[in-house]
């Protein structure tokens, strides 16, 4: 079997979902799902020159090959990573549909066949405790047992300075990365409304999105403590690993982080000097599958968990969701598309999520067929559709 194709689609989702499928002359195919950004389908388009024409079971070799192959010293991270990333997803269900296999068996097997996921859902509707609170309920009652809200949404107290060079908040400093008395004090407000609205046991996690700055990052989570999050995600810049390790020592709630970091050689660091309590890779971008178990790996030795980040289609979240049951230091993963009515749709096999879970089968590969309708009907104008112009 030889590699004779790779080629993409994109799908006009809550973001670009770029869909990659490698040819073989067999007749057999595999689907991957690389992560958005400017470049990344013509990297793909690139890599073709350098595994067009070998065998696709030799994946390592392949990744090897790329990553020397698209950059003069090794793509280490960014765009290329994120290419070679979509390619190696689906290679390896390429292999897993020619051993008539799923893909989680490639990876040592599964420790778990239901895997929970977690429903991000930003903020409330509207800046209240109350409408936080409405939108968490809603999450709950449609069968999720995780949620995830965004902390530096807007909210009474803060204002888009790219838009207002005049700062809402007299005491506010646009530029350092403060939270003021007021702002720390709605935080806490609708935090508590949504623990108290969903109860104890539903996990609460809370993201930071990089704004803050230590010191204000760590009275943040103190002030959150007693509403018991699952973790405070990203809550510093993710530029100094010794900072993000001041900021975990200084609180109960652990903290998670990992979705701009790539390949091991980005994790190192983090992991060894233990800067976290849960690392977040992002499968389709920051190398793959291999590379996302390596580093599983790698944080289970320092007693770390893995919640992979996700804003993918089926595609893209099945396949992590594969990798996942094979992972024994799963914690949960995300699902970013709750306000896409179409999501499940994108397949034949939907609906993907059960009661805030995907239960894996033992069909081959990933085990997902798209629904070539529907992706053509939300394909991105101005690309191509597997080599058709939209």
């Known amino acids: 079997?030889?590699?004779?194709?790779?080629?993409?689609?994109?799908?006009?989702?809550?973001?670009?979902?770029?869909?990659?499928?490698?040819?073989?002359?067999?007749?057999?195919?595999?689907?991957?799902?690389?992560?958005?950004?400017?470049?990344v389908v013509e990297l793909i388009d690139a890599a073709k020159r350098l595994?067009?024409?070998e065998n696709p079971f030799d994946v390592s070799k392949l990744l090897f090959k790329m990553q020397r192959g698209l950059s003069g010293a090794g793509a280490q991270a960014g765009a290329t990573v994120t290419a070679i990333s979509g390619i190696e997803i689906a290679l390896w269900d390429l292999v897993a549909r020619a051993l008539n296999t799923p893909l989680s068996t490639l990876f040592g097997g599964r420790f778990r066949s239901q895997i929970r996921v977690y429903a991000d859902l930003h903020a409330g509707e509207e800046p209240t405790p109350e409408s936080w609170a409405r939108r968490a309920k809603q999450a709950v009652?449609?069968?999720?047992?995780?949620?995830?809200?965004?902390?530096?949404?807007?909210?009474?107290?803060?204002r888009d300075i790219s838009d207002d060079p005049d700062p809402h908040r007299p005491w506010y400093e646009p530029y350092n990365r403060t939270i003021g008395s007021a702002e720390r004090r709605y935080l806490q407000e609708v935090v508590a409304a949504v623990r108290n609205t969903i109860g104890p046991d539903i996990m609460l996690a809370?993201?930071?999105?990089?704004?803050?700055?230590?010191?204000?990052?760590?009275?943040?989570?103190?002030?959150?403590?007693?509403?018991?999050?699952?973790?405070?995600?990203?809550?510093?810049p993710p530029?100094?690993?010794?900072?993000?390790?001041?900021?975990?020592?200084?609180?109960?709630?652990?903290?998670?982080?990992?979705?701009?970091?790539y390949r091991l050689a980005g994790?190192?660091?983090?992991?060894?000097?233990?800067?976290?309590?849960?690392?977040?890779?992002?499968?389709?971008?920051?190398?793959?599958?291999?590379?996302?178990?390596?580093?599983?790996?790698?944080?289970?030795?320092?007693?770390?968990?893995?919640?992979p980040h996700n804003v993918c289609s089926p595609i893209g979240t099945v396949a992590a969701a594969h990798l996942c049951a094979a992972i024994p230091n799963f914690l949960v993963l995300e699902f970013h598309a709750l306000d896409v009515p179409w999501w499940d749709k994108l397949v034949l096999e939907g609906p993907i999520i059960?009661?805030?879970?995907?239960?894996?089968?033992?069909?081959?590969?990933?085990?997902?067929?798209?629904?070539?309708e529907v992706a053509r009907a939300h394909a991105k104008p101005g690309t191509t559709f597997f080599g058709d112009p939209v």
């Open 1 to 39: 079997m030889r590699i004779v194709d790779i080629k993409t689609a994109v799908i006009a989702g809550n973001f670009d979902w770029i869909l990659v499928r490698v040819e073989t002359d067999e007749g057999l195919s595999g689907l991957g799902e690389a992560y958005w950004g400017t470049g």
């Open 51 to 53: 595994i067009v024409g």
């Open 141 to 158: 009652e449609q069968g999720f047992t995780a949620i995830k809200f965004d902390l530096d949404a807007p909210n009474p107290y803060t």
């Open 206 to 236: 809370l993201d930071c999105h990089w704004k803050y700055a230590v010191p204000d990052a760590i009275q943040l989570a103190h002030t959150l403590e007693p509403y018991d999050p699952l973790w405070l995600e990203d809550p510093i």
């Open 239 to 261: 530029d100094n690993v010794d900072a993000l390790a001041t900021v975990t020592r200084s609180t109960r709630i652990p903290i998670c982080t990992g979705e701009n970091h």
């Open 267 to 307: 994790f190192r660091e983090l992991i060894e000097r233990q800067a976290c309590s849960i690392v977040a890779p992002d499968i389709p971008k920051m190398g793959g599958l291999l590379e996302a178990r390596t580093i599983a790996a790698w944080a289970d030795l320092y007693g770390m968990l893995v919640a």
């Open 354 to 372: 059960r009661n805030g879970f995907i239960t894996l089968n033992d069909s081959p590969g990933h085990g997902l067929t798209l629904n070539e």
